[in-house]
């Protein structure tokens, strides 16, 4: 190997917008995870809680179109 090879436009391409939408998809379905599985320091929301908080968050924390 002659050098490391570095993340930059020429490994991620031209569009990241690709990238980005998956980063916010990936935000989505951890907060999700998160929220409806036991934890030992809490217990798991219902499905309906998580879901209307990440309703309540979209335009917030969330993108709105991908949330829906």
């Known amino acids: 190997m002659k050098s490391h090879t570095q993340m930059d436009a020429e490994i991620l391409g031209s569009d990241s917008s690709a990238l980005l939408n998956l980063a916010r998809i990936v935000a989505i379905v951890d907060t999700f995870n ?27 924390h969330f993108e709105p179109e991908l949330v829906k």
Do not use: C, F, Q
């Open 34 to 60: 998160t929220l409806t599985m036991t934890r030992p320091y809490k217990h798991a929301w219902l499905v309906a809680d998580a879901i209307n908080l990440l309703k309540k968050e979209a335009g917030s």
